[in-house]
């Protein structure tokens, strides 16, 4: 069996955390990666969201380390505070017994302590842009001995807003430095954005798999947009509902959430703004269904690995197909069913339904009755 085979060659804390971890065998993204990886050619790889893609560049990665080189070896940046915590409890996962050490950089968190941190010199780093380059720019985190550069969540990082920093980190480097760029859905433009920046990379696509997509019931509710508001309160009154709510514009989300209060309905707000113990605490009620519904943006629920959601509601319609993949992919994970609810005007209707078109859904339209989607 390859898996065997590949994780035979692997350091043995590896090994060990192979065991630990209950796999057998490796994701659609894990096969296609890990091999050209460990070869040390740099990829660039989209694959659906819980689909494996932190294990498939954290293995080849993990196994380039070196016990006497004292600075940072791996630095892997993410979009979001809550996908570097994510992705850095991961990393210890995958290190625990190697005597290898890890900390995350992020923006908002007290830089003194940072700096601290980076004494100890940890060989692992998982950071957002701003904040790893002001600390390769008061020369506290040196960049030299990286062999390993990874960009999570890529199609938010190689954004116009962070591409300054993407460069400055990408140039900070050494130039034999391998470099791994993931994400969920990566559109044309950050495609070429990514090719330019790379030594002949390896792309890999994975798309989400039939059974997810078989597991996925895609529905969709037409109202004016003064009616969204009632149309969602009845949709979040269903028995069963469990699940996350997109919005574009944040400031719309506090009045959503205004709004099912004052139905005596319990939501989370998470937006770029929101506040790391805020976060922190509305995560922890969400995912212990004290509440069950989440209301957040985009890049607020990057990287978030939420279990056993019902429901995902389009409270705006995705911009594009890449979108609305992205947020389909938070629900009928591991086998479970789930349903994708769209809230549009007529307007948004003709829209929806192209997007439907080009990912050959079967887009439903329905309407509530006595607390069913009919």
Not at 26 to 53: C, H, N, R, W, Y
């Amino acid at each position: 069996m390859e898996e065997k085979k590949v994780i035979s060659s692997l350091p043995e804390f590896i090994q060990s955390a192979w065991e630990t971890s209950g796999f057998t065998e490796f994701t659609a993204v894990q096969k296609d990666m890990i091999s050209p990886a460990l070869e040390g050619k740099d990829i660039i790889a989209e694959a659906p969201t819980g689909s494996g893609k932190t294990v498939a560049y954290l293995l080849p990665s993990l196994n380039k380390l070196k016990k006497d080189v004292k600075q940072a070896q791996l630095v892997i940046v993410v979009s979001s505070r809550e996908l570097a915590m994510q992705t850095l409890n991961e990393v210890q996962t995958w290190t625990a017994g190697s005597g290898f050490t890890s900390a995350a950089l992020i923006g908002g968190a007290n830089v003194k302590r940072q700096q601290e941190k980076l004494k100890k010199k940890p060989a692992v780093i998982v950071g957002t842009p701003g904040r790893l380059i002001e600390l390769v720019q008061s020369k506290k985190l040196k960049m030299h001995e990286v062999s390993t550069l990874v960009f999570d969540e890529a199609d938010q990082l190689f954004a116009k807003e962070h591409l300054k920093e993407v460069d400055q980190l990408l140039t900070s480097v050494q130039r034999d430095c391998q470099k791994l760029i993931l994400s969920a859905t990566i559109p044309g433009r950050i495609e070429q954005l990514a090719q330019e920046r790379l030594q002949k990379p390896k792309t890999i696509r994975i798309r989400m798999d039939k059974e997810q997509l078989d597991n996925m019931e895609h529905v969709y509710l037409v109202g004016e947009r003064r009616d969204k508001t009632k149309l969602f309160q009845k949709l979040v009154a269903m028995d069963d509902f469990y699940g996350i709510a997109f919005c574009n514009d944040r400031n719309e989300l506090q009045t959503y959430k205004e709004r099912l209060e004052y139905k005596s309905k319990k939501a989370a707000v998470l937006e770029g703004e929101t506040k790391k113990q805020e976060r922190e605490a509305a995560m922890q009620k969400f995912r212990s269904r004290e509440i069950p519904l989440l209301l957040a943006t985009d890049v607020a629920s990057r990287g978030l690995d939420l279990e056993g959601l019902t429901h995902v509601v389009q409270l705006d319609l995705a911009n594009d197909v890449h979108q609305y993949v992205h947020r389909a992919g938070r629900t009928a994970r591991a086998g479970n069913k789930g349903t994708v609810v769209s809230i549009v005007t007529e307007g948004e209707k003709e829209r929806l339904l192209q997007i439907g078109e080009t990912l050959n859904l079967n887009l439903e339209e329905k309407q509530l009755s006595y607390g069913k989607l009919v």
